[in-house]
């Protein structure tokens, strides 16, 4: 009734969202939800006549947003759970966001490092491990961070207290960032380093001893019997002893050699030494060089195998039981990660060989992907022979054979998931190559995250919002939420600029002072490193300087102090500054002149800006081609304003060169900041992509523009309009 007075008082119409209402429906009582709208009518007259009320029911919108938050809130604590599984694995770990600041350290990596993680996070990896950069590690992990795939390497870090030997895995992240994995495996190496050196001594002094000696490894058939011996080792004396060459007797075995040891009994003592461990003796009688000869032949055990020899073997026994340790250290480590594995409550399954056979297999993969049945031993084949042709196996066999990950969001699978039918079902699938030592793949790790409730949610949601006017007006606002976010954008970006300016600042000012001997002689070799510092420190600079003007001209806050500037003047100063960069790439230039008197309305600074940028450009990617040199090519025109008079019309200039050119689909992208169409320029000329950019916003602000135009393989012009000046 309030409402209603309301409404036929001349007030706004009345609305009610999402009322609750319990409603008895077939004989059963449930809750809706309902939205009312109270309106006015008016009569012939215009006034107000009665109330019209309007009912939505939106039971269907409600519960479908209530489901979706419910699958948000449980996605975030399986991502907790993760984490802190993570947290706890023998590996140490880090993650860092795309500009290389450390976010998370489990408490492996800190007691490693022996820094805690609230000493380190928010910092760059750069900061935090100075030793790392110029190193194999900042290699890896910037090809990691702007190819997106998976690295391994091993490193060793030696300087500020380490001496460490580490395994390291480095992988993408979803949010753009790396997750990295590291392993301590220095007392792994040194052993293997003591076993190699072990070895090298013992077969130097075994090759230097005037006793044959040869190592015999026990050859068997089918049934485990012991019918030959190969002899992957003898030394100079025992060759010279057999009447063969090392090489022969190596690649051969001790019944092929010499037939007669069978007969002779040599093959029977080798076999019992074999299988009791007691040593043996036997002097026998062989024709050597075609006269008979003796040879005393003594045998000690050795694991699978016998030695004929005599001697103290300690050195390398000791060697193999430390082999052994370290093998088992590794099946240890392997059995961790098993652990893990099947205890993370993230779906995963491990799948090894060319066939892709599911070795491992944890319970919530087992969930998701098979109604709880166990799928061990089969292959997806077997399992799931209702995918064949969605492209899901298929996949298997592009990664094992690749070597490159592969990332399918939202995937649907028809299959038959609990033995009721085919169902469909989404995932959020990732498959991660498993490598051998060698490199070699041999197997994948399957992620299997089941997605279909928020994929139904969402198409829910998404079809209610296509027929929904507030749904539009949601948009508005994500729309204006976004514009704040580009702002927030730049303004970080500018703060950021200001902010590396003064370390930076200090890098160079500290590099001069130790260039000029204030702290003491400098070398030449340190000189030269000087001055690669200096460069880069110049070099950074410049492109801090490059988005601090960009953020300015986005966001508006760039003056401009407009006068008359003579284009002669103007076009002689930007290649006066850009003669030794000409000379210096060997590049022919022509300035064709302008009528005297022209002058253009501009900043002349900014114009000085602009006019370098596209000379510098033009330098840059001009060269010596087909046995020609390049050249640029600077010309002007005049286009008359609407009376027919050059005054108050608008003056071009024209920067042409033959360079490579740029195809007809980028031309416009070239605008675009933090842009380089072609990727191989940005690893061979240094900047962000900002400069074409900021010259069109540049010459914009002073009511001219910049545009371009290319022929591929021919060369690009760029034209810079400005209005003339009006005497």
Aim: with cysteine; net charge negative; hydrophobic share 40%.
């Amino acid at each position: 009734a309030a409402d209603y007075a309301q409404v036929l008082a001349g007030e706004p119409p009345v609305v009610h969202t999402n009322v609750r209402h319990t409603m008895v429906r077939n004989g059963d009582a449930e809750d809706t939800w309902w939205t009312y709208t109270d309106t006015p009518v008016f009569g012939d007259d215009g006034a107000i006549a009665g109330v019209l009320t309007l009912c939505e029911e939106t039971t269907a919108r409600v519960l479908t947003e209530r489901r979706h938050a419910a699958s948000l809130i449980a996605v975030e604590e399986a991502e907790r759970h993760v984490a802190r599984v993570l947290d706890q694995v023998a590996d140490r770990y880090l993650t860092m966001d795309p500009e290389f600041r450390i976010l998370t350290v489990n408490a492996a990596a800190e007691r490693a490092i022996g820094l805690s993680a609230s000493r380190i996070s928010g910092r760059t990896h750069w900061e935090a491990f100075p030793t790392s950069v110029g190193s194999a590690v900042e290699r890896q992990y910037r090809r990691a961070m702007q190819e997106r795939v998976p690295v391994q390497f091993a490193h060793h870090y030696v300087g500020h207290g380490y001496d460490l030997h580490v395994e390291i895995d480095v992988y993408p992240t979803d949010d753009g960032g790396l997750a990295v994995f590291w392993r301590d495996v220095t007392e792994r190496v040194r052993a293997a380093a003591a076993l190699a050196e072990s070895e090298r001594r013992f077969r130097t002094v075994q090759d230097a001893s005037p006793m044959g000696f040869g190592i015999h490894r026990a050859v068997r058939d089918d049934d485990g019997r012991v019918v030959d011996f190969a002899i992957p080792y003898i030394n100079a004396a025992g060759a010279r002893l057999v009447s063969r060459s090392r090489e022969v007797v190596q690649a051969g075995t001790m019944l092929a050699m010499w037939p007669g040891t069978a007969e002779a009994g040599v093959l029977a003592d080798l076999t019992g030494t074999l299988m009791t461990g007691a040593p043996s003796s036997r002097e026998l009688l062989y024709e050597r060089d075609g006269v008979d000869a003796g040879l005393a032949i003594t045998a000690v055990r050795i694991g699978e195998g016998a030695d004929a020899e005599l001697g103290d073997v300690t050195a390398r026994l000791r060697a193999e039981r430390e082999r052994d340790r370290l093998f088992m250290d590794l099946g240890a480590e392997r059995e961790r990660l098993r652990s893990v594995i099947l205890n993370m409550p993230a779906p995963l399954a491990l799948l090894e060989g060319p066939e892709h056979r599911y070795t491992l297999v944890n319970d919530a993969y087992r969930r998701v992907s098979g109604g709880g049945r166990d799928i061990t031993g089969p292959t997806p084949r077997q399992a799931y022979p209702e995918l064949a042709g969605q492209g899901i196996l298929e996949k298997f066999d592009e990664v094992f054979a690749t070597g490159e990950p592969w990332a399918g969001a939202e995937t649907l699978a028809l299959y038959d998931r609990n033995g009721t039918g085919v169902i469909d079902t989404w995932f959020n699938l990732r498959y991660e190559p498993l490598r051998a030592a060698d490199g070699r793949v041999t197997g994948i790790l399957n992620f299997a995250v089941d997605v279909t409730e928020q994929v139904r949610a969402r198409r829910e949601v998404e079809g209610l919002l296509a027929e929904s006017e507030a749904a539009r007006a949601g948009a508005e606002v994500a729309r204006g939420e976004a514009q704040a976010a580009n702002q927030a954008k730049s303004q970080f970006l500018a703060t950021m600029s200001h902010e590396l300016r003064t370390p930076l600042n200090a890098i160079g000012g500290y590099t001069e002072l130790i260039e000029l001997g204030i702290h003491g002689p400098v070398t030449d070799a340190q000189r030269a490193a000087l001055e690669r510092i200096q460069q880069s420190q110049r070099h950074l600079l410049g492109l801090i300087a490059g988005v601090l003007d960009y953020s300015r001209v986005e966001a508006g806050a760039v003056t401009y102090r407009m006068v008359d500037v003579p284009v002669t003047e103007a076009v002689a100063e930007a290649e006066a500054l850009l003669a030794p960069q000409l000379r210096a790439k060997g590049l022919g230039y022509t300035w064709s002149g302008a009528a005297p008197g022209l002058t253009v309305r501009a900043d002349r600074e900014k114009l000085q800006q602009i006019l370098l940028n596209l000379l510098s450009n033009a330098v840059k990617f001009t060269a010596l081609r087909d046995g020609m040199h390049g050249r640029i090519e600077v010309s002007c025109t005049v286009e008359a304003n609407d009376a027919g008079e050059a005054a108050g019309g608008r003056v071009c200039l024209q920067i042409r060169d033959t360079g490579e050119g740029i195809a007809g689909a980028d031309l416009e992208r070239i605008f675009e900041p933090f842009v380089q169409v072609d990727q191989r320029l940005t690893r061979a000329y240094s900047g962000v992509g900002l400069g074409l950019a900021i010259s069109r916003d540049l010459a914009r602000g002073m009511e001219g523009d910049l545009t371009a135009e290319s022929t591929l393989g021919l060369g690009s012009t760029f034209t810079l309009t400005l209005p003339a000046s009006v005497p």
